[in-house]
């Protein structure tokens, strides 16, 4: 598998925040708005992931499953930070080696990565992708890349995305109220609802050791005896 990544643009991350949640639309109308070509059409930016790439292609981040680094790149970009448990640790640390120097994937060499399957027998969670983020492996996914933001922008692209999930409280209820109504039989359970209303505010409990971005290891499996 390929992974050319580039880091999208704010409209995008805002346009796929609202897509990527909003679950109770119709099968067929969610497949057609998350199709990856319309979406690039619609906000006139470049996809920011390309799966398959025909020769050697600079990019801004590459996937963890299968990366190599000199060792005089790590020397120059420090090593990578210890305060991830898992998700996100690969893109903060490809920022600080980009600046020393290029990242690249080549296309002439592919691999298969079973996404997700230790994860998933760890978190005692279920399916693909980082799409489910109404459990506790969801809740590392947010934690992760909230952390990532705060140590690779700032204090105030943080508090940006944070604002992002918590705007996306109310959508999420009263889009299952919508599909009572109607009877849409693909909605959210509300039990899934409550899952990812309890990490929000678990993320909103946490943003201020977040905030001062000190020594600090954010693992869910641990923090979850202290929080909850």
Known sequence: IHSKLEYPNIFY???????????????????????????????KIKKPNVEEAPDIVEVDWINGAFLMVKKEAITLAGKLNEDFFLY??????CSRLKNVGKLCIFGN?????????????????SGKGYMNLFDRKGL????????????QFGIGWYVFNLMMH??????ILVGHIFCLIFQYKDGLSFKK???????VFYLLKL?????????????VLMLFVFFV
């Open 88 to 93: 996100a640790e690969e893109v903060e640390w």
């Open 140 to 151: 590392q996914i947010m934690l992760s890349n909230l952390v990532r933001i705060r140590k």
């Open 109 to 125: 060499i592919n691999i298969i990565h079973l996404q997700g399957e230790t994860a998933n027998d760890t978190f005692e969670s």
């Open 207 to 219: 943003s201020p050791v977040i905030i001062k971005n000190r020594p600090f290891f954010y693992k």
């Open 13 to 43: 991350c805002i346009f796929m925040t609202f897509l990527t949640r909003i679950k109770q639309l119709p099968p067929d109308l969610q497949k057609t708005l998350l199709n990856n070509e319309l979406r690039s059409l619609q906000l």
């Open 166 to 171: 918590v705007i996306e409280l109310p959508i």
């Open 193 to 199: 609802i409550n899952g990812f209303w309890k990490n």
